[in-house]
């Protein structure tokens, strides 16, 4: 069975840095792209970044690009988001969801870790 | 365009027929597909490419497109389908991935 569970959220000042991750069980994970989306409070799903099976092609929002960067460990089954120089609009639960091998939908999705950016 | 619009809200009484559409740009080069949010929970896929179902998804739950419109129909409507549903695609480039604002299903 498929599993995704992020960790990593917790509240954080304007300007700081947090680190997320995601641990994969249950498939390979070394052969799915994997994306980061997030939803925040109230508001509908926003995806902000992919990344390919083997980490070389990586993708970002625009409301992202330059502050969050994307990773991943195929040896740990792990996928990380690193978020720098957070803002308040970054307030937000943030899932990951593995693409599906034709790399067109989100297959499966985490549970989600709460981000709060506060000042 | 770079963008998926979809209605906000729509209610259907229960047992009838209700479909919700996504449009944009994208969806004349890439299938929708579409997730299902409730209250609390993670989204999950309900909907991909020419109409597939994930395992374990009712027959109820079909979909469509035609040009720049993707619909997602739920035929006899049950009171477990109230919820979010999200449309998703590639944007225009394939680089990206695009989500529509998302409609919030009533059953009545």
């Known amino acids: 069975e498929v599993h995704l569970v992020e960790s990593g959220g917790g509240s954080v000042q304007t300007g700081g840095s947090l680190r997320l991750s995601c641990a994969a069980s249950?498939?390979?994970?070394?052969?799915?792209?994997m994306n980061w989306v997030r939803q925040a409070p109230g508001k509908g799903l926003e995806w902000i970044s992919y990344?390919?099976?083997?980490?070389?092609?990586?993708s970002y929002a625009d409301s992202v690009m330059g502050r969050f960067t994307s990773s991943r460990d195929n040896a740990e089954n792990s996928l990380y988001l690193q978020m720098n120089s957070l803002r308040a609009e970054d307030t937000a639960i943030y899932f990951c969801?593995?693409?599906?091998?034709?790399?067109?939908?989100?297959?499966?999705w985490g549970q989600g870790a709460l981000v709060t950016v506060s000042s | 365009s770079s963008e998926l619009t979809q209605d906000p809200a729509v209610s259907v009484a229960l047992g009838h027929t209700v479909r919700i559409t996504c449009q944009g740009d994208?969806?004349?080069?890439?299938?929708a597909s579409w997730y299902q949010q409730k209250p609390g929970q993670a989204p999950f896929l309900v909907l991909f490419?020419?109409?597939i179902r994930p395992s374990g998804i009712p027959d109820r739950i079909s979909g469509s497109s035609t040009g720049n419109i993707a619909s997602l129909t739920i035929t006899g409507a049950q009171a477990e389908d109230e919820a979010d549903y999200y449309c998703?695609?590639?944007?225009?480039?394939?680089?990206?991935?695009?989500f529509g604002g998302g409609t919030k299903l009533t059953v009545l």
């Open positions: 969801a593995r693409d599906s091998l034709g790399g067109y939908e989100l297959e499966y």
């Open positions: 249950g498939f390979t994970f070394s052969y799915y792209g």
């Open positions: 990344i390919s099976s083997s980490g070389r092609v990586i």
């Open positions: 994208s969806l004349r080069s890439y299938s």
């Open positions: 490419g020419k109409n």
């Open positions: 998703s695609s590639r944007d225009s480039s394939g680089n990206h991935r695009l």
